[in-house]
Nanobody, 115 residues
Framework: QVQLVESGGGLVQPGGSLRLSCAAS????????WAWYRQAPGKQRELVARISPGGITNYAASVKGRFTISRDNAKNTVFLQMASLKPEDTAVYYC?????????WGQGTQVTVSS
């Protein structure tokens, strides 16, 4: 059974940092490009960052220079290191393959940036 479990979210002050993890089970992640997405209340889900099987990364303009996506194929896990967080980064964060054929979505992890 294919499953994605996101973790690492929480409440953080502006300027703070968080590291999100996405643990995959039931299938290896290594052949796919992976991405982190986020959805803020009342908004559509948006692509935040993606990483190719070879480690090439791309970022949304809003997070470039602040977020870093990485992957550990041996641990079947994708990470998102977030720094210099802003209130507008508040959202539920999800990971999934960067493909038209997504895996079943996980529950996401809530990130709240507030003083």
């Amino acid at each position: 059974q294919v499953q994605l479990v996101e973790s690492g979210g929480g409440l953080v002050q502006p300027g703070g940092s968080l590291r999100l993890s996405c643990a995959a089970s039931g299938r290896s992640i290594k052949v796919n490009s992976w991405a982190w997405y986020r959805q803020a209340p009342g908004k559509q889900r948006e692509l935040v960052a993606r990483i190719s099987p070879g480690g090439i990364t791309n970022y949304a303009a809003s997070v470039k220079g602040r977020f870093t996506i990485s992957r550990d194929n041996a641990k079947n896990t994708v990470f998102l290191q977030m720094a210099s967080l802003k209130p507008e980064d508040t959202a539920v964060y999800y990971c999934n393959v960067f493909s038209s054929s997504s895996w079943p979505w996980g529950q996401g992890t809530q990130v709240t940036v507030s003083s």
